[in-house]
């Protein structure tokens, strides 16, 4: 679901993510996507279960679902932020997080940071993934 504000950019909110209160998970801004922080919840508000992994698979699924919204592509990303509660968790478990960042998105890879942080909004969250994509012309 999208709506037009005032000045011409798209909010973007996918159906099949939770509802959105108080913030927008994408914004269409001409061919530029801002793609909110997501963590692993699911359609019920729920953080998925399971460890690192899982957590990543739902969070970058909750990514590109909004970019696919907005009419873009995985290979449209530009720009990737993660945010990790257990920045070695996440170098432990690299090689099936890579395996799955190929199985969704390609190998084509955006600039990207990790930054390890104290915590994220839902306490069991172990990660939070955030983007920018510009949509090309196809």
Do not use: C
Request: proline share 4%.
């Amino acid at each position: 679901m999208s709506n037009q504000t005032a000045v011409g950019n798209r909010t973007i909110n996918p159906e099949s993510l939770p509802k959105p209160s108080g913030y927008a998970h994408g914004v269409l801004a001409g061919n530029t996507v801002y793609l909110g922080g997501q963590t692993a919840l699911d359609k019920d508000m729920n953080i998925v279960p399971g460890g690192i992994v899982e957590q990543f698979q739902q969070a970058f699924s909750n990514v590109l679902a909004t970019l696919e919204e907005a009419g873009g592509r995985p290979e449209d990303l530009v720009s990737v932020t993660i945010y990790l509660t257990d920045v070695d968790d996440y170098m432990a478990n690299g090689r099936e997080i890579g395996r799955l960042w190929r199985q969704m998105a390609g190998t084509e890879y955006p600039a990207m940071a990790g930054i390890g942080v104290s915590r994220l909004w839902q306490k069991e969250a172990l990660i939070e993934i955030q983007g920018v994509a510009v949509i090309q012309d196809r």
